[in-house]
């Protein structure tokens, strides 16, 4: 059986963990391959709503097995509060359940520390990171310096590697950035209670999941963030640290390119960002509002790790369609489009304008980006609810023409409608 992908194709927040957990049904393993707690997928079954930032999606169901790869980032104090939350409401998230790669690399708070120091220093040229520390953590992970969850297993090591770690970032605050030092000896023995939680839950991950696939069963990569946020791929420098593209996904977890079967773009029926940089077709006002909601609901567009409103825009397909090229795309999850419902006519970009001249790609240089106008085509919208519609046909017309406009302008199939968070909101096409 193969390993399966879940990938954001916009900005993050696309419904990534509400599709995984549809597809972890089917599922025998769900794995995290990149980012940390920056992550936050949000999980509707029934009246609960569960908020997951570190552990997968599909630890919800009972049959899938989880486990957090190697390419992701892992504060431990967030692992070990999630799962004592899961645990409260009746979900296994013992050793033989939830599995951490020795591989991934930790999270302390010196990070958190330097994420914010750093963010100061950059005033208003800030990329509006979540604070978590993954831009810090990565950059210990290349560096050669980071500190991996297989330290766990070893007590020793692990106190003089927290020691060391906390000594040179302290250097870093006060003199660099002039902020406050952390104290050391608390840190280590937070440290050692983690190592004796978190030990029982290590693994060779990428052994583990060869292992399962050689078995013949079936793997879930969980995508966190979005293409567009991408080191390589996204709007660099306002993009986090990890790649949460498909390449990354095989990195992210040890797994070679031949196992991939499909690839699916989870893709929001219009677009939003949190943070700062580039947004082409980002819209202000009445519209904008319109999208994002009040924050009555808990699906309206503000952050679940930070509660930050989100900026929010058209449909852009220069966006999807560069998503698609990047990731390999055999498939499109489009989600939230009974927040469509209501709104008389919508408007999608399908090309920028960049100098007078129209272009169908998206431009990696942000000067250009920035220059770039969008075209829109604008299509009827329908004002029926479609929240309770579970069959293609029954669709109103024009949202069946909005979804054949986002598959041909895309050339990807659209195999997911998501019409609302439940687990049933769903239509297969
Ligand atoms: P992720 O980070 O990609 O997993 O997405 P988030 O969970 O951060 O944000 C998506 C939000 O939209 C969550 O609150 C979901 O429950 C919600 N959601 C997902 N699909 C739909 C949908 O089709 N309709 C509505 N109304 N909400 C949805
Ligand atoms: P999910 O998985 C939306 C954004 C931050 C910031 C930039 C860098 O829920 O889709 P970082 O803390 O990673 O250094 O911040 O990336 N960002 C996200 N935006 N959804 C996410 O995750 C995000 N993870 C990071 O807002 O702009
Ligand atoms: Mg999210």
Not at 110 to 138: L, N
Not at 225 to 232: E, I, R, S, V, Y
Not at 277 to 296: D, I, K, V
Not at 382 to 401: C, G, H, K, Y
Request: aromatic share 6%.
């Amino acid at each position: 059986m193969p390993l399966d992908i879940i990938i954001g194709t916009q900005w993050g927040d696309e419904g990534k963990g509400r599709i995984t957990d549809l597809m972890a049904a089917e599922a025998d393993v769900v794995a995290r391959y990149s980012g940390g707690d920056n992550a936050g997928h949000t999980v509707t079954v029934g009246d609960e709503v569960f908020k997951l930032h570190l552990i997968p999606s599909g630890v919800i169901h009972k049959s899938a097995t989880c486990i957090i790869g190697n390419g992701t980032v892992v504060n431990p104090a967030v692992l070990i509060r999630e799962m004592d939350a899961l645990k409260a409401r009746g979900v296994d998230v013992g050793p033989g359940r939830l599995k951490l790669d020795s591989k991934a690399h930790l999270i302390t708070p010196a990070h958190i520390a330097m994420d914010i120091a750093k963010e100061t220093q950059r005033g208003s040229g800030a990329i509006g990171t979540t604070q978590r520390g993954i831009g810090p953590a990565y950059t210990d992970k290349t560096s050669r310096v980071g500190l991996r969850a297989g330290l766990f297993a070893d007590p020793e090591g692990l106190a003089a590697a927290v020691k060391a770690h906390i000594t040179e970032k302290n250097l870093m605050l006060t003199k660099v950035y002039d902020a406050q030092p952390l104290e050391i000896e608390p840190v280590v023995a937070q440290f050692a209670q983690y190592a004796q939680r978190l030990r029982p839950h290590l693994v060779d991950g990428s052994v583990y999941l060869n292992e399962a696939l050689d078995a013949g069963k079936s793997i879930l990569a969980e995508g966190a963030q979005g293409t567009f946020l991408d080191l390589d791929h996204g709007t660099y420098p306002f993009v986090t640290s990890s790649s949460p593209t498909a390449g990354g996904a095989l990195i992210g977890l040890g797994i070679g390119p031949k196992r991939v079967g499909r690839i699916v773009g989870i893709t929001k029926a219009f677009t939003s960002r949190v943070g700062s940089g580039p947004f082409p077709c980002q819209l202000e006002g009445a519209l904008a509002s319109r999208l994002r909601g009040t924050g009555a609901n808990p699906w309206d567009e503000f952050g679940t790790t930070t509660g930050r409103p989100r900026r929010v825009g058209w449909l852009d397909m220069v966006m999807v369609r560069h998503a698609a090229r990047i990731n390999s795309l055999t498939e499109l999850a489009v989600t939230k489009l009974d927040i469509l419902s209501g709104l008389e006519q919508l408007s999608v970009c399908v090309a920028y304008e960049l100098n007078g001249k129209r272009i169908g790609y998206y431009p990696q240089d942000l000067e250009q980006l920035a220059q770039c106008k969008p075209v829109y085509e604008t299509v009827d919208g329908w004002m029926e609810d479609v929240t309770s519609i579970r069959q293609m046909a029954d669709l109103p017309e024009n949202a069946q023409r909005y979804i054949r406009f986002i598959a041909e302008a895309s050339g990807i199939p659209v195999t997911f409608i998501s019409v609302g968070p439940g687990r049933d909101q769903v239509i297969y096409g």
